[in-house]
């Protein structure tokens, strides 16, 4: 086993935390956003010091190669992203991308040899914070998405992804998608729920991630005097869409491992003194039963359906994303819990409720993820945390399994 040196790790976790660092300890690094561009920069450099062939792809995925002893053999993809949340956690993504350049620095410094090829892997806008959909980076490279559908997606703002590449300097020369069959993909990643800390175990070997939908609702009413306008003949948008998220909520009541949530709402004309007249709202549905995802989203029309009647008001609906629920290799999963028997660490077998770029990238080779854990199970804020040792064992189990899959 080559473990991994945990001091050298430290400081560079810390280093590239401080790119983007908030006021309360937090990470805020949006996609080729000012700290983006400069993380990508540190990653760069730190990639060509250890002597790996960097490449960027034409949507901005950077690429570094550590060559084997066979040159014909596929290889195998380390990595996860750098982009964060808007004001989110220092560990959410940038950890896995750290846990893969220490793995590459700790087996050129012990002079590792392996058969295959190992990359690590940034991927571009991870997140979906700035521009939508989330996955963009692993979605393009695997044809989920068309390359020219991704160049031209658009931020609030109006910028479109090609903008931002060509202005930050990472829209790439490298064709976007596998230049040869692919071994395997690894990727670690914080847990974002509280089961391994209730446990007391350090790693988990994920079995696979919840299916989702993601969809938008737009309910049309009509503006009006909040003084004048009498009760009965109101058709405020507000209250229809009231009673859509509690609907949607108690939608999580009706089965087993089923999450349900209203994270974004728009009103308007947003005045105190005026009956509400649209209301936009997103709606995230997720199981590991895809058909219960289905019916999810078709309860939520029906949510929709009846409150309209009821408040006399119209709607819209629209499926924004998609992605059927994951099952990540034995391949994958057996070097990984053979890693964790070999680094001495306490984990266990789980299924993953959030959505990561080994989801895609099951589409092309064999993948899978571990994860450690998230204190508290918070994360998507700036209070996300995981406790030192913890990192440390995942990533000496993330290094073992990596060489294992590379032999």
């Not at 949507?59 to 195998?76: L, M, Q």
């Not at 003949?233 to 009706?254: C, F, H, K, M, Y």
């Not at 947003?270 to 989203?297: C, H, K, Q, W």
């Not at 508290?376 to 189990?397: I, M, P, Q």
């Amino acid at each position: 086993m080559t473990g991994i040196d945990p001091d050298r790790f430290r400081d560079t976790f810390e280093t590239y935390s401080d790119i983007g660092r908030t006021d309360n300890d937090g990470l805020h690094r949006l996609t080729l956003s000012e700290a983006d561009i400069r993380v990508r920069e540190q990653l760069v450099g730190d990639l060509e010091s250890v002597g790996v062939d960097v490449r960027i792809d034409e949507i901005g995925n950077i690429f570094g190669r550590r060559e084997g002893t066979d040159p014909d053999a596929a290889p195998v993809l380390i990595g996860s992203h750098l982009d964060s949340q808007p004001y989110g956690g220092r560990f959410d993504g940038q950890l896995g991308v750290l846990c893969a350049l220490e793995t590459l620095r700790a087996f050129d410094e012990h002079d590792v040899e392996h058969r295959r090829p190992i990359e690590l892997v940034n991927w571009t806008n991870e997140e979906g914070s700035r521009f939508k959909p989330a996955l963009m980076g692993s979605g393009t490279f695997v044809g989920e998405f068309s390359v020219e559908e991704t160049l031209a997606r658009t931020d609030a703002d109006g910028t479109t992804v090609k903008e931002a590449l060509e202005s930050a300097g990472y829209r790439g020369d490298a064709e976007c998608g596998p230049r040869e069959p692919i071994h395997s993909y690894l990727e670690l990643h914080v847990e974002q729920g509280p089961i391994l800390e209730e446990h007391g175990q350090s790693v988990a070997v994920v079995d696979g991630i919840y299916g989702m939908s993601w969809l938008e609702a737009t309910i049309e009413g009509t503006s009006d005097h909040a003084g004048p306008s009498p009760m009965h003949s109101r058709r405020d948008a507000l209250v229809a869409a009231t009673d859509v998220v509690q609907g949607i909520r108690r939608l999580s009541n009706r089965y087993d491992d089923v999450v349900t949530t209203v994270g974004e709402l728009t009103v308007e004309p947003g005045s105190i003194n005026v009956i509400p007249s649209e209301v936009t709202f997103t709606a995230d549905v997720r199981s590991y039963d895809d058909a219960i995802v289905a019916e999810l989203a078709e309860r939520v029309e029906s949510e929709l359906e009846a409150a309209c009647a009821r408040e006399g008001t119209e709607y819209e609906l629209e499926e924004l994303w998609r992605i059927e629920h994951t099952e990540f290799a034995k391949s994958v999963r057996t070097a990984a819990c053979e890693a964790a028997e070999e680094s001495g660490v306490s984990y266990r077998s789980m299924v993953g409720g959030a959505g990561h770029d080994a989801n895609y990238l099951t589409e092309v080779t064999d993948a899978g993820m571990l994860f450690v854990p998230s204190v508290d199970g918070r994360t998507h804020n700036e209070d996300e945390f995981t406790e030192w040792e913890d990192v440390v064992a995942g990533a000496n189990t993330f290094a073992e399994t990596t060489r294992r899959l590379s032999q």
